[in-house]
C-alpha cells in the first residue's frame, strides 16, 4: 500500500514537472506566471475593505491576494483558494508518511452603499475527505481529537465549512470606519490572520506547530465583532462560543444546542506604513477542548508582518507569539514563530522557524484513549526548522500549479528524546493549484 500511494504521488509530480519545463519557455511572458498583484491597499482602512483574509483579521496593506474577480449588477464577485496534494514522509521511531490534502476556497459578494460596503463570504474546504483517519501525520504536533482519543503527532482537518459572514463597514469621513461581522461559522477577532490565509505561509502545506497557541480560533461558532478604525489603529471586540468544532467535519455545528455565546476577546491593530501590521489580542475562552471540558484558557497573541512588493514578485514575513494560560491550574504554553516567503517571478522560497510548548500528551501512543484522571502538563519546547521551495506554472485558465519541496528538522526536549530521538526531519512532496486572475 505505501508503494502504491508514493507510486501514485510519484506519477502526477513527475507529469506537473514535465509540463512546467515543457511550457516555461513559451508561457515566461504571460501575466499570472507570478503572484498576481492586484491593485493594493494604501492604508489601513483600504485594506480593511478588501476583507481578503479571514474573520476580520488583516495583512499590510501591500499584500497580494491572488484572486479571481469579476462584477454584476452593482455587486463585486472574489474567488479565493488553494489546494495542495502532498505526500509527507517522516523519520524517527514515530514518523509516519501518508497522501493527503489541504485545501481551502472562499467565495465573496461586496457591495458599495451610501457611506457603507456589505461583504458576504463563504469559505469551504475539502480536507474532511481529502485528509482520512481525521488526521495527516506531523511529528510533534497536537490538538483536538480522532475518534475520540487525543491525535498525538498529527494535524486535524479543517470543517467543511470553514466561515459563512456577513460584514457591514460604515465609513466615518476618509480616516474613520465602523465595522460589524457576524458568522455563525467564523473567526473573532484573536491573532493575527491565520495560517491557511497567511501570505508568507501560502506554500507551506502544513499547519504551523503553535497553531493552537496562536490561530486555532480561526473557526469558531457564532460569531459576532465590532471594531473602530481611526487612520493607523483598529481596535475590536468578538463575542463567540469557545468550544473547537468537533470531530463531525461534515456537520453545520451552530444549528446544534450549546453553542451560545460564553467567551470574548479584545485586539488592537497598528498599521503604520503600507508594508506593516502588527497586533496585540487577548480572549477567555470557555471550554475549548473537548478533553478537558470544564477547563477555561486565557489566549493571548502578539504579531507583526512585514510584506514588501518587489520588481518580479513580493517578500513578506511574519513574526508571532501565542501563549495558552490553563484558569484552572494556571499551566501556562507559549510558542513563537518565525516565517518569510520570497516570491521572485515563478519561483518560491520559504522557511518557517517555531519553538512551541508542548504538553505529555505526545508521551501517549498515538491512537489511544486518555489514561483515567490524566492531567495534560507542560514537558518542554520543540524546534523546527523548515524550509521549501516551488516553481510556477500556469497549467489552466485561471488556475496556476507548483510542484514544491519541503525539509523539517526538529529539535526534541529531552523527556521526549527515548521516544522521538535527538533530531527527527520530515520531507513532504507537494504540487499546489491557486485560483488566479
Same mark, same amino acid.
Given at each position: 500500500?505505501?508503494?502504491?500511494?508514493?507510486?501514485?504521488?510519484?506519477?502526477?509530480?513527475?507529469?506537473?514537472?514535465?509540463?512546467?519545463?515543457?511550457?516555461?519557455?513559451?508561457?515566461?511572458? !504571460?501575466?499570472?506566471?507570478?503572484?498576481?498583484?492586484?491593485?493594493?491597499?494604501?492604508?489601513?482602512?483600504?485594506?480593511?475593505?478588501?476583507?481578503?483574509?479571514?474573520?476580520?483579521?488583516?495583512?499590510?496593506?501591500?499584500?497580494?491576494?491572488?484572486?479571481? !474577480?469579476?462584477?454584476?449588477?452593482?455587486?463585486?464577485?472574489? %474567488?479565493?483558494?488553494?489546494?495542495?496534494?502532498?505526500?509527507?514522509?517522516?523519520? =524517527?521511531?514515530?514518523?509516519?508518511?501518508?497522501?493527503?490534502?489541504?485545501?481551502?476556497? !472562499?467565495?465573496?459578494?461586496?457591495?458599495? %452603499?451610501?457611506?457603507?460596503?456589505?461583504?458576504?463570504?463563504?469559505?469551504?474546504?475539502?480536507?474532511?475527505?481529502?485528509?482520512?483517519?481525521?488526521?495527516?501525520?506531523?511529528?510533534?504536533?497536537?490538538?483536538?481529537?480522532?475518534?475520540?482519543?487525543?491525535?498525538?503527532?498529527?494535524?486535524?482537518?479543517?470543517?467543511?465549512?470553514?466561515?459563512?459572514?456577513?460584514?457591514?463597514?460604515?465609513?466615518?469621513?476618509?480616516?474613520?470606519?465602523?465595522?460589524?461581522?457576524?458568522?455563525?461559522?467564523?473567526?473573532?477577532?484573536?491573532?493575527?490572520?491565520?495560517?491557511?490565509?497567511?501570505?508568507?505561509?501560502?506554500?507551506?502545506?502544513?499547519?504551523?506547530?503553535?497553531?493552537?497557541?496562536? *490561530?486555532?480560533?480561526?473557526?469558531?461558532?457564532?460569531?459576532?465583532?465590532?471594531?473602530?478604525?481611526?487612520?493607523?489603529?483598529?481596535?475590536? %471586540?468578538?463575542?463567540?462560543?469557545?468550544?473547537?468544532? *468537533?470531530?463531525?467535519?461534515?456537520?453545520?455545528?451552530?444549528?446544534?444546542?450549546?453553542?451560545?455565546?460564553?467567551?470574548?476577546?479584545?485586539?488592537?491593530?497598528?498599521?503604520?506604513?503600507?508594508?506593516?501590521? =502588527?497586533?496585540?489580542?487577548?480572549?477567555?475562552?470557555?471550554?475549548?477542548?473537548?478533553?478537558?471540558?470544564?477547563?477555561?484558557?486565557?489566549?493571548?497573541?502578539?504579531?507583526?508582518?512585514?510584506?514588501?512588493?518587489?520588481?518580479?514578485?513580493?517578500?513578506?514575513?511574519?513574526?508571532?507569539?501565542?501563549?495558552?494560560?490553563?484558569?484552572? *491550574?494556571?499551566?501556562?504554553?507559549?510558542?513563537?514563530?518565525?516565517?518569510?516567503?520570497?516570491?521572485?517571478?515563478?519561483?518560491?522560497?520559504?522557511?518557517?522557524?517555531?519553538?512551541?510548548?508542548?504538553?505529555?500528551?505526545?508521551?501517549?501512543?498515538?491512537?489511544?484513549?486518555?489514561?483515567?484522571?490524566?492531567?495534560?502538563?507542560?514537558?518542554?519546547?520543540?524546534?523546527?526548522? @523548515?524550509?521549501?521551495?516551488?516553481?510556477?506554472?500556469?497549467?489552466?485558465?485561471?488556475? @496556476?500549479?507548483?510542484?514544491?519541496?519541503?525539509?523539517?528538522?526538529?529539535?526534541?526536549?529531552?523527556?521526549?528524546?527515548?521516544?522521538?530521538?535527538?533530531?527527527?526531519?520530515?520531507?513532504?512532496?507537494?504540487?499546489?493549484?491557486?485560483?488566479?486572475?
Amino acid at each position: 500500500m505505501h508503494f502504491l500511494r508514493t507510486a501514485i504521488f510519484g506519477i502526477i509530480f513527475s507529469a506537473t514537472t514535465v509540463l512546467c519545463s515543457a511550457q516555461q519557455n513559451g508561457m515566461a511572458s !504571460m501575466p499570472g506566471m507570478s503572484m498576481p498583484m492586484n491593485m493594493p491597499a494604501h492604508s489601513l482602512i483600504e485594506a480593511e475593505l478588501n476583507h481578503s483574509g479571514s474573520g476580520t483579521s488583516i495583512e499590510p496593506a501591500s499584500t497580494p491576494s491572488p484572486m479571481l !474577480m469579476t462584477s454584476t449588477h452593482g455587486w463585486m464577485l472574489m %474567488l479565493h483558494g488553494s489546494a495542495f496534494f502532498a505526500d509527507t514522509q517522516q523519520s =524517527g521511531p514515530l514518523g509516519a508518511d501518508k497522501l493527503f490534502s489541504t485545501n481551502w476556497t !472562499m467565495g465573496m459578494a461586496q457591495r458599495q %452603499l451610501v457611506l457603507s460596503q456589505l461583504t458576504l463570504r463563504a469559505m469551504l474546504s475539502l480536507e474532511p475527505a481529502t485528509i482520512t483517519g481525521r488526521y495527516y501525520p506531523e511529528l510533534f504536533q497536537q490538538g483536538e481529537t480522532a475518534f475520540g482519543k487525543p491525535i498525538v503527532d498529527g494535524q486535524h482537518p479543517h470543517d467543511f465549512l470553514m466561515e459563512l459572514a456577513v460584514l457591514y463597514d460604515v465609513k466615518l469621513g476618509d480616516h474613520a470606519l465602523i465595522s460589524f461581522y457576524a458568522a455563525p461559522v467564523g473567526d473573532p477577532a484573536i491573532g493575527p490572520i491565520a495560517y491557511p490565509h497567511r501570505i508568507s505561509a501560502s506554500e507551506d502545506p502544513i499547519a504551523a506547530l503553535g497553531h493552537h497557541q496562536q *490561530d486555532s480560533t480561526h473557526i469558531a461558532f457564532n460569531v459576532l465583532t465590532a471594531g473602530f478604525t481611526y487612520r493607523i489603529a483598529r481596535a475590536e %471586540l468578538s463575542g463567540f462560543h469557545g468550544g473547537e468544532p *468537533d470531530e463531525h467535519r461534515w456537520a453545520f455545528q451552530p444549528s446544534t444546542n450549546g453553542h451560545g455565546l460564553d467567551s470574548y476577546s479584545a485586539r488592537l491593530t497598528i498599521s503604520p506604513a503600507q508594508n506593516w501590521s =502588527g497586533q496585540f489580542s487577548i480572549a477567555h475562552i470557555a471550554s475549548p477542548e473537548s478533553l478537558y471540558p470544564h477547563q477555561d484558557q486565557q489566549h493571548q497573541t502578539a504579531s507583526a508582518i512585514y510584506n514588501r512588493p518587489l520588481h518580479s514578485g513580493n517578500w513578506s514575513s511574519t513574526l508571532v507569539w501565542g501563549r495558552t494560560r490553563s484558569l484552572t *491550574d494556571n499551566t501556562k504554553a507559549n510558542s513563537y514563530l518565525a516565517e518569510s516567503l520570497l516570491t521572485l517571478q515563478h519561483n518560491h522560497l520559504w522557511t518557517r522557524i517555531e519553538n512551541a510548548a508542548r504538553s505529555n500528551e505526545l508521551m501517549l501512543s498515538p491512537g489511544t484513549a486518555l489514561p483515567a484522571n490524566f492531567t495534560e502538563l507542560p514537558i518542554g519546547h520543540v524546534a523546527a526548522y @523548515s524550509f521549501g521551495y516551488s516553481r510556477d506554472l500556469r497549467s489552466l485558465a485561471h488556475l @496556476s500549479a507548483a510542484p514544491g519541496i519541503q525539509f523539517t528538522s526538529y529539535t526534541t526536549p529531552q523527556t521526549l528524546v527515548p521516544e522521538y530521538g535527538t533530531h527527527p526531519a520530515g520531507v513532504l512532496l507537494f504540487i499546489r493549484f491557486r485560483i488566479v486572475q
